[in-house]
């Protein structure tokens, strides 16, 4: 498993921006799938995005597409979400995932993932 930190949420207008990033630890984070979900107040955790180790596929969520962004630096351990255009219902907790992959495949379920970060708040006003 590898040790995932978020950062980046925050309170932002509708129709605005925010990057959410997430820093891994390990030496081995170019061999990990990743993805980002989020889980709004009451509901369950669904994903927003995943990436292949690669950054060669890539998948989103319906809600997001065209206005969300997934990318990856590998030599600087770290994935990426830009949101633009947002709107109040992206507001949710969201969270980071990794798994190791011996493929350039993503992961598009929660069950797929086995290492996970904290969590950053994003909320977004109306």
């Known amino acids: 498993q590898v040790q995932l930190v978020e950062s980046g949420g925050g309170l932002v207008q509708a129709g605005g921006s925010l990057r959410l990033s997430c820093a891994a630890s390990?030496?081995?984070?170019?061999?990990?799938?990743l993805g980002w979900f989020r889980q709004p107040p009451g509901k369950e955790r669904d994903i927003v995005a995943a990436?292949?180790?690669?950054?060669?596929?890539?998948h989103y969520a319906d809600s997001v597409k065209g206005r969300f962004t997934i990318s990856r630096d590998n030599a600087k351990n770290t994935v990426y979400l830009q949101m633009n255009s947002l709107k109040p219902e992206d507001t949710a907790v969201y969270y980071c995932?990794?798994?190791?992959?011996?493929?350039?495949?993503?992961?598009?379920?929660?069950?797929?993932?086995?290492?996970w970060g904290q969590g950053t708040q994003v909320t977004v006003s109306s």
């Open positions: 995932a990794a798994v190791r992959s011996g493929s350039s495949r993503y992961y598009s379920t929660a069950a797929g993932y086995d290492s």
């Open positions: 990436i292949g180790w690669n950054g060669g596929s890539t």
């Open positions: 390990g030496r081995t984070f170019s061999t990990y799938a």
